[in-house]
């Protein structure tokens, strides 16, 4: 911890809290998609900006651990550039923004699309754990729903979205089922990356911190997307290529360049888009340095 | 009761590092369940438990989390040891226990494995994780292991756990998502078992 803060123990939570946590961590792997409840605590930086990530994050990175944190696939915005920080101030570890390299990724609602590998864990910041709570308020509710199984209402959810508009038009946060048994939240990943979970061989964890629960999604565990025999799942398609890298299998963002109604689909994963560039991938827009000055009328 | 300070062995050496290095590896155990993993680091273990118990128990035991002791380990000494590193209550009830130390008996079995908590149905997490000492652990056993975690289906020999044991452990895979989570620690290596890897033979 050379260029680290001092008076602070390494990864910024004392070790108590840390066991508590890990605790929690080890029964949530052994229960797949299971909420375990955790004593939450207050981080310096306001709920909604990944305090349920950073907490396990902490518990569970080790000094040799890279780090990559991204925000919506991106390396470079202020949530994701803050946490790293944090991480090589308080844990002085090395940070990266190649998915390639790191060991440990901290993501708010991206899954990048390089696969994962087995010396890899992604940690997810969840705002929402409970994928049942917009149909059951109750908590006391919720919690026997689980242990029933007594799924019935999601189903009528997305089936009420068929009726209403010809197809389920949940795009993010799409609910899944964990090793045949418990219905999870993903997270508000766009449902995009929900294939990406199935099998990963990477280990998943969940940190929710307002809401004070961890979960997970062990390596090699089967996670279905909820769908209906005559309307199965499908993930979003574009007519575009990537502007930049030209990549078609990727998560692309709308960009809009000017007010003349301009726009551009560019890869939300900067990392991906970026190696493509590197490896000579080029896309259909020559990209600008600056928008075309508007000419006057 | 006072603890000798004397015969007191030493815990972690860096605390902060040498906790995180043996959950990592614990963690990896319950992800990759089946798979062979060297304990991280050097300790001195305290008298009937080997270093694999010891630096779990280290790692994750503190005043939150009650340990039972089986008959075979329990002596003053690691008492005093618990107590003074991890400031553990102990306790006799299994139902109570967060964590277990369990050793086999003549047969191979481990008695009343099925008494320790299972969690409740809405909150199974609240399930006692059972350390069991074994003598070696090996890939090359007629033990078979699969579910998630498992790419391909594991073999496992853990001597000398007989096929009482693992009876007693298909039962409790049955049980999920109740149940208990199962360490196997030889001296110098480990095995983790989650409720969700389904053993046969």
Redesign the interface.
């Given at each position: 911890m050379s260029d680290g803060l001092s008076g602070y123990?390494?990864?910024y939570l004392d070790?108590?809290t840390?066991?508590?946590i890990?605790?929690?961590?080890?029964?949530?792997?052994?229960?797949?998609g299971?909420q375990?409840?955790f004593a939450g605590r207050e981080m310096p930086l306001p709920y909604g900006w990944g305090t349920g990530g950073i907490q396990v994050t902490a518990?569970?990175?080790?000094?040799g651990d890279v780090l990559k944190v991204i925000d919506q696939g991106a390396d470079d915005t202020t949530n994701a550039v803050s946490i790293r920080r944090f991480f090589s101030r308080t844990a002085g570890v090395a940070t990266t923004t190649r998915t390639a390299d790191a060991t440990l990724i901290q993501t708010r609602h991206r899954i990048p699309e390089r696969p994962l590998t087995?010396a890899q864990i992604i940690v997810y910041q969840v705002p929402i754990p409970e994928p049942l709570r917009w149909m059951e308020p109750r908590e006391s509710e919720t919690?026997?729903m689980?242990?029933?199984l007594e799924y019935g209402v999601m189903q009528v959810k997305l089936y009420e979205d068929i009726a209403h508009l010809g197809r389920i038009t949940t795009s993010y946060d799409y609910p899944v089922r964990v090793?045949g048994?418990?219905i999870m939240s993903p997270s508000p990943i766009p449902r995009f990356d929900n294939p990406k979970m199935n099998q990963m061989?990477a280990?998943q964890l969940f940190g929710a911190g307002r809401e004070k629960r961890i979960y997970a999604v062990?390596?090699?565990?089967?996670v279905e997307s909820l769908d209906f025999d005559d309307y199965p799942f499908e993930i979003q398609r574009w007519d575009q290529h990537c502007a930049l890298c030209g990549a078609s299998d990727s998560y692309l963002d709308e960009m809009v360049t000017d007010d003349h109604g301009g726009r551009l689909f560019i890869c939300s994963d900067t990392d991906y888009c970026g190696e493509r560039r590197a490896a000579g991938h080029r896309g259909d827009t020559d990209l600008p340095a600056n928008p075309a000055p508007r000419t006057a009328p | 009761m006072t603890a000798d300070i004397d015969a007191l062995r030493p815990g972690f050496e860096n605390p902060a590092p040498d906790a995180n290095a043996v959950f990592r590896t614990v963690l990896t155990g319950f992800s990759y369940p089946g798979r062979i993993l060297a304990l991280p680091i050097a300790i001195a273990a305290p008298p009937r438990l080997n270093a694999t118990a010891a630096a779990v128990l280290l790692a994750l035991a503190d005043l939150d989390a009650p340990v039972w002791l089986t008959a075979d380990v329990d002596t003053a000494p690691l008492r005093s040891w618990l107590q003074f590193h991890c400031g553990c209550p102990l306790t006799a009830l299994r139902e109570e226990a967060v964590f277990a130390v369990a050793n086999p008996d003549a047969f191979g079995a481990v008695d009343g494995l099925a008494e320790f908590a299972p969690g409740r149905a809405e909150s199974p997490e609240t399930s006692t994780t059972v350390i069991v000492q074994v003598a070696d652990l090996r890939a090359d056993g007629a033990v078979r292991l699969s579910g998630p975690g498992i790419a391909a289906p594991r073999s496992l020999a853990a001597p000398p756990l007989s096929p009482a044991f693992w009876a007693v452990l298909r039962d409790n895979h049955a049980r999920f998502p109740q149940g208990i989570d199962v360490i196997l620690a030889a001296p110098d290596r480990m095995v983790c078992l989650p409720r969700t890897t389904l053993t046969e033979g």
């Open positions: 123990n390494f990864a070790e108590q840390k066991r508590m890990r605790r929690a961590l080890l029964k949530a792997v052994a229960i797949p299971y375990v409840p518990a569970v990175i080790a000094p087995e919690k026997k689980h242990a029933l090793n048994h418990y061989a280990l062990p390596p090699y565990t089967r | -």
